[in-house]
């Protein structure tokens, strides 16, 4: 990559869709400003997902500010090589300063800046965003024997398709959407075991992006209005019914059985004794924030996280945080979700900025 020295107002780490969120505001400010984006081409975590995945939600409830997400033909959810073709035409469209492929390697506090250190030069900025998501930080709990065992252990990061799996045995790990999905997948193809460790919650099947949306929204209207909490999206359930996670389960062939006690050579072995073969576990068991960049500014606490008000560090408000999860705002780590917190980020940002942050 080409190298580069260079003093802008903000700097927008991460070129997925909160960083391209971000930089379409930033845009309006007449701020200067890059987006480091770590991949080679425009997309995202979504260039990485697997193949029959679909979006909770339909296209015009997917959308990033300005510019509504298209319907793709002959699919009411679409799919990640749609959103992908949204977010390069996004980019291009608002002609947002993304530089591929650089990957920035710590933030550290430099006088009235912050100096960005990449594998391709430093950069100085008045301000950075983070937006870097969850996708490159995969989270495998400890299970007892995963060591020993001899099968194919992967997350949901290295899943394609069944291909591989068919007439195999697969143990497939987690309560969540990518283990329904998944498992929903590979549900007549494989010899599929899905293991939860508590009963997995599905949403009512009527209830997809939109109805979580709204849910999100009222409670950061209420919230902001001193009004008691009414719950947010998890009061609701965790999995969304999409047609494939409906027809599996409809069909009888997702049963979630509980937790395995430990791995052993062949498979899991549960604490009574029971067992099953598997040739292969697919860990669904979640992501934890990208936040390694951040470590030379010290600002992690208890859990691992970087207390925020909204998406302004607490200790360290030159940096914003965006996208992550509902810490970072009501729904951020989505299409539809990230626009209002983008907003708010770089409204703090320009205020900053112009004040010369006194
Ligand atoms: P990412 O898409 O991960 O983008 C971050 C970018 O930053 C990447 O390009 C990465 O390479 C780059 N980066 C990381 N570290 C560095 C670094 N140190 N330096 C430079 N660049 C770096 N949301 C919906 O709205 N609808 C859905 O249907 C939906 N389905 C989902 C299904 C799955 C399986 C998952 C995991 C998530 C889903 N989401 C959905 C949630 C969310 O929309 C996606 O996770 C989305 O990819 C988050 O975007 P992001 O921009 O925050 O992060």
Same mark, same amino acid.
């Given at each position: ?83 992908? !073709? ?150 609701? !359930? ?121």
């Amino acid at each position: 990559p080409r190298a580069v020295t260079a003093r802008t107002d903000v700097v927008v780490i991460g070129g997925g869709q909160a960083g391209l969120a971000a930089g379409y505001y930033l845009r309006r400010t007449g701020l200067d400003f890059v987006i480091l984006d770590a991949q080679d081409a425009p997309g995202g975590a979504w260039r990485h997902m697997w193949d029959s995945l679909r979006l909770f939600s339909p296209a015009e409830h997917s959308s990033l500010p300005g510019r509504p997400m298209p319907p793709q033909p002959g699919r009411t959810y679409p799919d990640a090589s749609h959103v992908i !073709g949204y977010l390069k035409e996004y980019e291009e469209r608002y002609g947002l300063p993304v530089h591929r492929p650089v990957r920035v390697l710590g933030v550290h506090r430099d006088g009235d800046d912050l100096r960005v250190e990449t594998d391709s030069g430093r950069r100085w900025a008045r301000s950075v965003i983070s937006a870097t998501g969850t996708w490159w930080r995969p989270l495998i709990p400890a299970v007892r024997g995963r060591e020993i065992y001899r099968g194919r252990q992967l997350h949901t990061v290295g899943y394609r398709d069944p291909g591989e799996f068919t007439g195999r045995s697969v143990t497939v790990v987690g309560a969540g959407n990518s283990a329904a999905q998944i498992a929903a997948d590979l549900a007549g193809h494989a010899e599929l075991t899905w293991v939860t460790r508590h009963p997995p919650r599905f949403l009512a099947d009527d209830v997809d992006g939109r109805a979580l949306f709204a849910a999100a929204t009222a409670r950061r209207r209420a919230l902001d209005a001193g009004e008691p909490d009414p719950g947010g999206v998890a009061a609701l !359930g965790d999995i969304v019914a999409t047609p494939p996670v409906r027809a599996a389960r409809n069909k009888g062939l997702l049963r979630p059985v509980a937790m395995f006690d430990r791995l052993e050579a062949d498979g899991p072995v549960w604490a009574d004794g029971t067992r099953v073969r598997a040739d292969a576990v697919i860990w669904c068991t979640g992501f934890r924030p990208a936040l390694g960049h951040l470590a030379p500014l010290g600002l992690r606490r208890s859990g691992g996280l970087i207390p925020t008000d909204g998406t302004r560090s607490v200790e360290e408000p030159r940096l914003h945080l965006l996208g992550y999860g509902d810490w970072t705002g009501p729904a951020s780590a989505t299409l539809i979700g990230v626009g209002l917190p983008a907003r708010d980020a770089v409204r703090r940002i320009a205020a900053l900025v112009r004040t010369g942050g006194r």
